[in-house]
């Protein structure tokens, strides 16, 4: 009896190691001589990413909706849930956590039939949307220069996703120029993604010291950076939890984004940053801190001991709380808030001295000055006299409705044309500045406007007095022309009504089209007919098709189409 047990030992430890060996060798079978080995190392050592049951992780398979939710829930350590209902989604699923976190977060979001599609591949185009989102991109420069040779073929509401990873470098599109938006995109090619945007992921504590060359993510508590530069962003997320997180002796060219669920606790000392922009924690500042620019976007706490130097800070969020001790050069209440114990309502513009606050109605002063100021310099307006004349604090773009016209470069805009849709109603009008605050006051066909639902007619012109926070004025005047190619898609029970009014409509007598579904299959096919010398249209019955996400792609001249998506 005692040989065989020995036997069987022996045979039991020979088992075991030949099967790991097995194992081991399946881990990096299907990706040893890969070119994005190195990123799905890396990725696996951080249990970022995993591999199938057999050890393989398949780096040329398309990605699954499921398995990119999981990934980037893991990158950012997500803890919070969202109740969730998809009809395709069951709390038996694997993934029906990580899809409520995901939801939570708002980086992901179901289609118009209740579908959440998690077994579905994903495009490179949506993926772009997921991941600019989840990492909070957004692009500097306009989305109509992505600069592919395929970008007609990207949808419109992927172009800023797109956008913001090329700008910063983290997609550049395949060699012959194409960034190929309905493609499939792999397993791999989300890993090397991730890793071009993540320079390093931390997720166990300790202290590090490490120079970062790009974005730095810790997702973990009770982590300790020290003597370090980061060029890129720092990405405090949810993952921290119950947890303190200390910075010093560091230097953060980016954004330092801290995302906790307000149980965590970041100390910062003797470190310059460029950017903060704080969800929710608390945050305390020692030593010799300087921060340029500081945002709240929700309920938190700020300390400030005496060396600490803020040049502007912004409370966009009612209940936060704001005790300092040191300096803040500009403090902008956009909700109730309380700074040093004394209560600021909204709307209130301040300074802070050493722990003292100073003017504290600057703002009624400024508004003053500029009521005092405005009128005169409306008079100059009026007889023309050098209203283009003052220092390049203005606003660099002029949002009217959809159209958006690029002003940074120019010392004025009179003249520009601006396209829009025939007798179409504007809502809003808006603008956006870059170096300071500006007052807009709007002019339609020289008279005043105060309603923001105005009637623009093709020819009709739009004068902007742009007011500075300096009291300079700057008078800009756009005008409205027809604009071509536009498609209008209305809806009433199962009919569908197209309606384009194409560029080259001169030469053509009728528009063939074809309506596709989410998936790429062909749902209708049909032909717009000439209603008059610059219009095409056809009311047709849609019946039979599922509620979804369609798109319309018209063939408009000789090798040109144009697309327009819908539900349905």
């Known amino acids: 009896m005692k040989e065989v047990k020995k036997v069987s030992f022996v045979l039991l430890v020979t088992i075991l190691i030949f099967s790991t060996n097995i194992f081991a060798f399946a881990n990096g079978l299907d990706y040893s001589k890969h070119w994005a080995k190195d990123d799905i190392s890396l990725l696996m050592e951080k249990n970022i990413i995993s591999g199938y049951d057999n050890g393989d992780f398949k780096p040329n398979n398309p990605i699954k909706r499921a398995e990119l939710i999981k990934i980037i829930n893991n990158v950012f350590g997500y803890i919070e849930k969202e109740i969730i209902d998809f009809n395709d989604v069951s709390e038996k699923d694997w993934f029906y956590e990580d899809i409520q976190k995901g939801v939570k977060v708002g980086y992901i979001e179901g289609y118009s039939n209740g579908a959440m599609k998690p077994n579905s591949n994903v495009t490179r185009e949506e993926a772009a949307k997921i991941i600019s989102k989840a990492y909070e991109l957004k692009a500097k420069k306009s989305k109509s220069t992505l600069g592919f040779k395929d970008e007609d073929k990207i949808s419109s509401w992927a172009e800023e996703y797109i956008a913001a990873l090329k700008e910063f470098g983290y997609i550049s599109g395949y060699d012959n120029g194409k960034f190929e938006p309905k493609k499939n995109i792999t397993r791999a090619e989300i890993v090397k993604i991730i890793c071009s945007i ?230 809003i009008i808006e603008t956006r500045t870059r170096d300071s605050r500006a007052r807009v006051a709007i002019k339609l066909n020289d008279k005043e406007v105060t309603n923001n639902d105005i009637k623009i007619k093709v020819g009709d012109t739009i004068k902007i007095l742009v007011v500075a926070e300096n009291g300079d004025i700057r008078t800009y005047t756009v005008k409205f022309e027809m604009i071509r190619d536009l498609v209008y898609i209305d809806k009433e029970g199962n009919y569908i009504t197209i309606v384009v009014l194409p560029q080259e409509y001169k030469k053509l007598n009728a528009l063939p089209f074809v309506i596709y579904d989410w998936e790429g299959n062909i749902a209708y096919i049909g032909e717009l007919n000439r209603k008059d010398e610059e219009t095409f249209s056809l009311t047709f019955d849609f019946e039979g098709n599922i509620s979804g996400e369609y798109k319309a792609r018209i063939n408009v001249g000789t090798d040109k189409t144009i697309e327009q998506e819908f539900q349905y």
């Open 198 to 427: 993540s320079k390093d992921i931390l997720n166990k504590e300790g202290t590090y010291s490490k120079d970062i060359d790009g974005n730095l993510i810790v997702n973990s508590k009770d982590v300790f950076l020290k003597d370090m530069t980061i060029s890129g962003d720092l990405y405090l997320t949810e993952g921290i939890g119950i947890g303190d997180i200390n910075l010093e002796n560091i230097t953060i060219k980016g954004t330092l984004r801290i995302k906790g669920n307000g149980q965590n606790r970041v100390k910062i000392k003797d470190s310059e940053i460029n950017s903060l922009i704080l969800n929710s924690g608390k945050v305390e500042l020692e030593g010799n801190v300087k921060i340029e620019n500081l945002e709240t976007e929700g309920i938190g706490e700020l300390k400030a001991e005496e060396k600490v130097l803020i040049k502007k800070v912004k409370i966009k969020e009612k209940g936060f709380i704001v005790e300092v001790k040191g300096t803040i050069e500009s403090l902008i209440v956009l909700e109730e808030t309380k700074i040093n114990g004394e209560l600021l309502n909204k709307g209130m513009e301040t300074k802070v001295d050493k722990g003292k606050l100073l003017n504290k109605d600057i703002k009624k002063e400024e508004e003053k000055k500029e009521v005092k100021e405005d009128t005169s310099r409306e008079r100059e307006d009026k007889d023309n006299k050098d209203v283009t004349k003052s220092k390049d604090n203005f606003l660099t773009y002029l949002a009217i409705g959809n159209e958006e016209i690029d002003i940074k470069k120019a010392e004025t805009i009179e003249g520009v044309t601006v396209n829009i849709e025939r007798d179409r109603v504007l809502e």
